[in-house]
C-alpha cells in the first residue's frame, strides 16, 4: 500500500534555531501533499496545502514565513520551522492522497517537535 | 467553515464490549475518513464513507449524510484498539483537504 516517510520523527531545539521537517512519499507521486499540527490531547489542524512545483497554499492563522514549505518534487514535500520558539512545540504530521482520483489520505507517521 | 464535532470525547470499556462512536458534521460533505491515531501518533485510516454503510472485520461505519451524521461501531473491543478515533470531512470539490473532529478517546481495559 501507499507509504508515507515522515523524517525527523523527534527533534529537539533550541529556541531561535531553524527546523526542517521532510515528507516523502515512498511508492507514489504526490502532487499535493498537507502538512498538519496537532497539539496534547487535541484535533489536528490543517496549516498549509503543498503543491508540486508552486508556492504552497496556507491557513487562515498560519504565518507563511515562520512555516516554510518547498515541495520540489513529486515525493517530497518540506516543512521549516524559522525561528523556532517553545510555543511552536507541537506534532507535526504530513499526508498526501496516493495517486490521481484517490480521496484517501495516507499520513506520515508525524515529528514531535519541543522547542528548548 | 464546517463544523466537526465527535462524541463521546472519552469512552473507557472492558475488554469484549461494544462500542459506537458519533461523528456531527455543520455541512454538507463530498468526503468523510474515519482514522484511527495510536497513543505513538500514527494516523490509520479505517473508512472512506461519504454515505452508506461498510464492514471492515470488527468495525463499521454508516453515513446519514442527509442528517449529516456518521457512525463508527466496534465490536468485541481488544486493547489494540486503543487509541484516539477521529472523523475527518472534506467540502466541495478537491475534496482532499480534510478538517477533522474533535475526536474520541477509547481505552479499553484487559
Known amino acids: 500500500g501507499a507509504v508515507v516517510s515522515q523524517h525527523p520523527s523527534r527533534v529537539i531545539c533550541k529556541s531561535g534555531t531553524s527546523v526542517k521537517i521532510e515528507c516523502r512519499s515512498l511508492d507514489f507521486q504526490a502532487t499535493t501533499m498537507f502538512w498538519y499540527r496537532q497539539f496534547p490531547k487535541q484535533s489536528l489542524m490543517l496549516m498549509a496545502t503543498s503543491n508540486e512545483g508552486s508556492k504552497a497554499t496556507y491557513e487562515q492563522g498560519v504565518e507563511k514565513d515562520k512555516f516554510l514549505i518547498n515541495h520540489a518534487s513529486l515525493t517530497l514535500s518540506t516543512l521549516t520551522v524559522t525561528s523556532a520558539h517553545p510555543e511552536d512545540s507541537s506534532f507535526y504530521i504530513c499526508?498526501?492522497?496516493?495517486?490521481?482520483?484517490?480521496?484517501?489520505?495516507?499520513f506520515g507517521a508525524g515529528s514531535r517537535l519541543t522547542v528548548l | 467553515g464546517i463544523q466537526v464535532e465527535q462524541s463521546p470525547p472519552d469512552l473507557i470499556l472492558q475488554e469484549g464490549a461494544n462500542s459506537t462512536l458519533r461523528c456531527n458534521f455543520s455541512?454538507?460533505?463530498?468526503?468523510l475518513q474515519w482514522f484511527h491515531q495510536n497513543p505513538w501518533g500514527q494516523l490509520i485510516n479505517l473508512f472512506y464513507?461519504?454515505?452508506g454503510t461498510k464492514q471492515n472485520g470488527r468495525l463499521s461505519a454508516t453515513t446519514v449524510a442527509t442528517e449529516r451524521y456518521s457512525l463508527l461501531y466496534i465490536s468485541s473491543s481488544q486493547t489494540t484498539d486503543s487509541g484516539v478515533y477521529f472523523c475527518a470531512v472534506g467540502v466541495g470539490f478537491g475534496n482532499e483537504k480534510l478538517t477533522f473532529g474533535t475526536g474520541t478517546r477509547l481505552t479499553i481495559i484487559p
Open positions: 455541512d454538507s460533505v463530498n468526503n
Open positions: 464513507i461519504p454515505s
Open positions: 499526508s498526501a492522497v496516493p495517486g490521481l482520483g484517490a480521496n484517501v489520505l495516507t
